[in-house]
């Protein structure tokens, strides 16, 4: 089955700073990985999804690298705002498959 | 207008008492689901429903049965109620797309078991 992990850091940085979230995924077969942004109180916020035949998706502020042959991933979060402070999950699933989150990061944003 | 709304947002509850989270989605969407969400933070699929097909983690206990009345609700009765089943349960929705299938999710309800 999937198993989608991240080291669970709590990464801080400064208000204007790159941040990076990594995520690594075990199933070879997955195709189709999102993260997640989850604030306190709140459920889960869709921020950017990619497919398994892309390497790269950009969005607003947001990128998601994708490596294959290591199986990771990757979101950056450019001139980080304190209101980008959350719980950061990437998800993955193969087929229509039910979603499998990994652990979460916590992003702290000072200003 | 909230696409997934659950009720209630907070639930405390004495051990053994049966209780239920109700879930409804206005996204029309196929399927639906129920995460539980530990200290760590860590989501766990439950349950998921779609009109055809109810998928079980068989890790999850018989006590807690989803009850789906029509498609958009999906709702969660726990019996018995036990002090680790205190968590934060979420609710969500999606439906099959050719490329995007990002889940919708709810809130969340917080369930203490005391």
Not at chain 1, 21 to 49: L, M, R
Not at chain 2, 93 to 113: I, K, N, P
């Amino acid at each position: 089955g999937e198993s989608v992990g991240l080291h669970l850091p709590t990464l801080s940085v400064q208000e204007g700073d790159n941040s990076i979230i990594n995520c690594a995924y075990s199933n070879s077969a997955s195709d189709y990985f999102i993260w997640y942004k989850q604030e306190s109180g709140k459920g889960p916020q869709f921020i950017i999804d990619i497919r398994s035949n892309m390497d790269k998706r950009q969005g607003q502020r947001v990128t998601v690298l994708l490596n294959k042959t290591v199986k990771h991933l990757s979101l950056q979060i450019a001139a980080t705002q304190p209101g980008d402070s959350a719980v950061y999950f990437c998800a993955g699933t193969s087929g229509y498959s039910t979603l499998t989150f990994g652990k979460g990061t916590m992003l702290l944003v000072s200003p | 207008d909230t696409a997934v709304s659950q009720t209630p947002k907070y639930l405390v509850t004495q051990m053994g008492n049966d209780k239920s989270i109700k879930c409804e989605q206005n996204l029309g969407h196929d399927t639906m689901y129920w995460y539980k969400q530990d200290s760590k933070k860590f989501l766990k699929i439950m349950f998921s429903y779609n009109n055809k097909e109810l998928i079980i983690n068989e890790t999850v206990p018989n006590r807690f049965s989803p009850k789906s009345p029509d498609k958009a609700h999906l709702n969660l009765h726990i019996n018995s109620l036990e002090l680790g089943d205190s968590a934060v349960y979420f609710c969500a929705s999606s439906q099959e797309a050719e490329w995007s299938y990002g889940y919708t999710f709810g809130s969340g309800t917080r369930l203490t078991v005391v």
